[in-house]
């Protein structure tokens, strides 16, 4: 009996040798960030040199594969991207017809080479490479299409979202055969929300910073903000702080042409003395301008001003 111990204790060490061993042959396994640096390129199409190039130029990775995780931080609301017309509702698994949250559909690859060249007509053409390298995100995701719904039954809102943005990312529609016949008119709609998007990206990674003169011409302490928004020079009167002006500021010229602006009549007639009745607005307005400019060479109203 105790040989046999003994060769069990033998053989249970020489079995936890073996296993130690074998243990530290082990090879690390592929990085989980399966889209960092290293995924592209992600196939071997021709627009895919322009993707790496672009890469090269921004440190921007154009991705058209992507997991839902991707895109979106409450990845519970995600409906799987399958409109059910039989049905007529949106299906992502058991019950999900009686939830309402996003779904998207990803770019047809056949259509991507067609969807850069339009991403590079409606955003890339306007700014200097050296600001587009400071202010894109790590990420672009391009996308067919992105939908809400709201409505738990029937078709979700058609193309809710020219773009969508996430703390890193900005996902773009227009990934389809659709962009072979886009309208002058659907241009103009996908530059005002590209261009949007990207400014709240440029502001938070530095490339917008607000100058004092403009934060300098409002009073967001007035009382009566709400109801004198205009007379204080504020676009909007739900804006209560110089950040939120300064970023409604920013979207209102990239997506607004100075004829608008300068108007007798409309829903963004904000240089017209009828709104701005005491000209602060248009004295912000060329702090934003002038700043631009200077500091980067942007001619921001030109961005607003495009016609396609």
Known sequence: MKLKG???????????????????????SAPENIYGDPTLPQGDHPYDATILDWFAKYNTLFLY??????????????LGGTYDP???????GFNAQNHTGYFDVPADERYVGEQLSLIREVLLD????????????????????????????????VNLCQTFTGGDFIAISWGAARVQTITTAEKALLRDSLNGAFISVAINRGGATRPAA???????????????????????????????????????????????????????????????????????????????????????QAIGDAEF
Not at 65 to 78: E, S
Not at 86 to 92: E, I, L, P, S
Not at 127 to 149: G, R
Not at 219 to 243: C, K, M
């Open 214 to 300: 403009f934060e300098a011409i409002s009073n967001y302490s007035d009382p009566n903000i709400f109801t004198r928004y205009n007379e204080l020079g504020i676009l909007d009167p739900w804006v209560r702080d110089a950040a939120a002006d300064w970023r409604f500021f920013l979207k209102t010229i990239v997506s607004t042409s100075r004829q608008t602006l300068n108007a007798a009549a409309g829903t963004k007639n904000f240089l017209h003395p009828s709104f701005d009745v005491n000209g602060l607005v248009r004295r912000k307005y060329d702090v934003v301008i002038d700043y631009f400019m200077q500091e980067h060479g942007i001619d921001l």
């Open 126 to 157: 306007f700014y200097p490479e050296a600001y587009l390298k400071q202010c894109l995100p790590k990420k672009i995701f391009l996308l067919d299409s992105i939908y809400w719904s709201t409505s738990k039954k029937g078709k979700p809102l």
């Open 6 to 28: 003994i060769t069990w204790i033998l053989a249970l060490a020489l079995a936890c040798t073996v296993a130690c061993e074998r243990e530290e042959t082990l090879t690390p």
């Open 86 to 92: 039989v049905r007529d509702t949106t299906f992502a």
């Open 65 to 78: 594969k992507y997991v839902p995780h991707d895109l979106y931080f409450n990845a519970t609301r995600w």
